[in-house]
Each structure stands twice: as C-alpha cells, then as structure tokens.
C-alpha cells in the first residue's frame, strides 16, 4: 500500500476499499499520472531513463524516477546495474510486470471500444433532439 497521512478521512476510505478487495489497491497504484506508461514503455523495449524520458516527451525526471521506484518496488519490473563507464542501469518487466502489462492491454482494447460505443451513443443522442 502507498504511504499516506494515516489519520486523514481519505486514508481510512482507501484502506477500507483495499481491504475488501485487492483490486483496488492494484487500481489505485496503476491510476497514477504515467504509470501505465512507463509499464508499456519498458514493455515496448526501452530499458534505459533516457530512452524512456525521450518516449515519453512530457514527463519530468522526478516523476520517472518515483514510477521507476514504484514498479521496481512492487515487483512489476526489475533493475540491472552495469558496471560500465560510466556505470549504466537497465529496466525490465518481470514475469509479473509481464502479466499485468497483458491485462493492461486488453483493458486498454475494451476502454477503446467503450468509448467507441459511447461516442456513438451520444452522437445518436443529440440527433434525436
């Protein structure tokens, strides 16, 4: 589970909605602002910071470094060091981090086609009126 302030209102509500179904905990994690993105990133074949910072134009290294420490700390990818000159770390999923990125695609595939669906409903919608 993320740190949070554990007095607040807020944390009491997300521990109680992580308690009653994993799912929720997992949800929580992936909605953060590029986590997805620097899943699929790596997914894709860019291993490296720089590669990644590149791909994805718009996000800061602060961010990068936190999603990096984020997915490496639950499990969903590993880290290499090299000890080359100068020293040089590489990304990687993990058999988990493999696993979610899979389910993270066919969700992506069922988010397109809803929103396919819905756009289609409202267009039908507003020619009704």
């Known amino acids: 589970m993320i740190e949070r302030k554990t007095s607040s209102t807020n944390y ?4 109680f909605l992580e308690n009653k179904c994993p799912l929720n905990e997992l949800l929580f994690l992936m909605s953060k602002r590029w986590m997805t993105d620097v899943l699929f990133c790596i ?8 590669v990644i910072r590149e791909e994805l134009e718009h996000i800061s290294d602060h961010i990068l470094a936190d999603r990096l420490k984020l997915l490496e ?3 969903l990818i590993s880290k290499q060091h090299y000890d080359d000159v100068p020293p040089r770390v590489e990304y990687s999923l993990t058999e988990r981090g493999e696993e979610l990125s899979r389910l993270l695609d066919q969700l992506c595939s069922f988010a397109s ?4 669906q819905q756009c289609k409903t409202e ?7």
């Open 12 to 15: 009491q509500n997300q521990s």
């Open 43 to 50: 997914e894709e074949g860019n291993n490296r910071f720089s």
């Open 73 to 75: 700390k639950e499990g």
């Open 113 to 116: 086609s809803y929103k396919e």
């Open 123 to 129: 267009d039908t919608t507003t020619l009704e009126v």
